[in-house]
């Protein structure tokens, strides 16, 4: 079954306007991480933002939030005042702990095309 | 600079030859992982080291094979066995708890069969 959902193949936002990226995640680990993180067209996997199972507040960095509906299983990522540069792709990411430690589990992701 | 440091980051390969792929990390991270990266898709996990000298497969391990000799250097060899092995592989280590934990990544390496 898949632990981490994100249901927006593709998402297209005009510059400047506000976007939401959708997450639905799976866990029965009462402690856990949920992540986001921005892929260009280079590769390189840029961390955007974290946010604790525990944590009681939602997460933010600049012009990214975390709006984390813990009852819902719901950790979507809002982008302000949308740039040219944020087009992307963007995947959801949630910390498992285990017997071996801790794994990492990746959405399929979302690509945002960012309208000038 | 501290950092994750993959390469090549372009390899060409022929078929039935084993190639491995570097990486090194020298944020004095303890866990280290490798994921695999097809078009289009999400990031699947190859292998996982938590500690030197010990390391877990993960969901597509089969065809790879992996080394923890130092903390640093997490090496991914893909063997002749791995039947497509082209696919862009991202290398990442964890901060500790007290930084949520958070997985950083290398730059990737694109690998090609020819």
């Known amino acids: 079954a898949q632990k981490i959902t994100q249901t927006q193949p593709g998402m297209f936002v005009q510059e400047k306007e506000a976007v939401t990226l959708d997450c639905t995640y799976d866990?029965?680990?009462?402690?856990?991480?949920l992540f986001w993180y921005k892929q260009p067209s280079s590769g390189e996997m840029i961390f955007l933002i974290y946010?604790?199972?525990?944590?009681?507040q939602n997460a933010t960095e600049g012009r990214y939030s975390l709006n984390f509906q813990k009852a819902r299983k719901s950790a979507n990522l809002v982008i302000s005042a949308s740039q040219l540069g944020d087009s992307a792709m963007y995947f959801c990411?949630?910390?498992?702990?285990?017997?071996?430690?801790?794994?990492?589990?990746f959405g399929p992701g979302t690509r945002l095309s960012v309208l000038p | 600079d501290g950092g994750i440091t993959q390469s090549p980051k372009y390899l060409f390969r022929k078929e039935g030859q084993n190639v491995t792929l570097s990486c090194e990390q020298n944020?004095?991270?303890?866990?280290m992982y490798w994921y695999r990266q097809d078009p289009g898709q999400g990031l699947r996990l190859i292998y996982y080291?938590?500690?030197?000298?010990?390391?877990q497969k993960g969901d597509i391990a089969e065809g790879y094979s992996v080394s923890r000799e130092k903390k640093e250097s997490f090496p991914l060899t893909v063997t002749s066995a791995q039947k497509n092995p082209t696919a862009f592989y991202l290398c990442?280590?964890?901060?500790?708890?007290?930084?949520?934990?958070?997985?950083?990544f290398g730059e990737g390496s694109w690998l090609t069969v020819v």
């Open positions: 990442a280590s964890t901060t500790g708890p007290s930084s949520g934990n958070t997985i950083y």
């Open positions: 866990t029965s680990d009462p402690s856990y991480g």
């Open positions: 946010q604790g199972s525990y944590d009681q």
């Open positions: 990411a949630m910390r498992e702990s285990h017997n071996y430690g801790q794994n990492f589990v």
């Open positions: 944020l004095n991270h303890d866990a």
């Open positions: 080291s938590q500690i030197v000298n010990d390391f």
